[in-house]
């Protein structure tokens, strides 16, 4: 099932994100392992709707629809534009940057929100290495 939504161009990126953790048994492992956390997501597309996705790797290294997976809580979430996001994951921007020029927004442990650069840096190797494909943004 896509996780992609048509009103927010970036979402694409949370499919990439997936089929990275589903490459090998092994790429889910080591993602688990460096990001041990739940990561949401609160994305604001250009009509001001919101939408919301998550990143958990803390259990079970799978993406979804909403900020948290079903009877859990993100550690932390970020809220940001969705082109914003597009930037973060295509690598043009750097989540620390963007924090501190207002343009993400952090709620919960931001310690945790650090390791998410590793995370993408990840996603866009392996599509560097043909795996997944670069995301399309």
């Not at 250009?46 to 799978?62: C, F, Y």
């Not at 709620?107 to 995301?135: C, F, H, Q, S, Y």
């Amino acid at each position: 099932m896509s996780l992609k939504d048509d009103s927010f161009p970036s979402s694409t990126a949370f499919d990439t994100i997936q089929a990275s953790l589903n490459t090998t048994p092994t790429s889910r492992t080591e993602a688990i392992k460096s990001g041990a956390a739940i990561f949401g997501f609160k994305l604001k597309n250009t009509a001001g709707a919101e939408a919301a996705w998550h990143i958990d790797l803390k259990h079970s290294g799978t993406v979804g629809r909403g900020e948290a997976p079903a009877g859990k809580k993100a550690d932390v979430t970020l809220s940001m534009a969705d082109e914003d996001f597009g930037k973060l994951v295509a690598g043009t921007a750097k989540a620390q940057n963007m924090f501190m020029s207002g343009k993400m927004k952090i709620r919960g442990n931001i310690m945790k929100a650090t390791r998410l650069e590793g995370v993408m840096a990840r996603v866009r190797e392996d599509g560097r290495e043909g795996g997944v494909g670069k995301p399309k943004l």
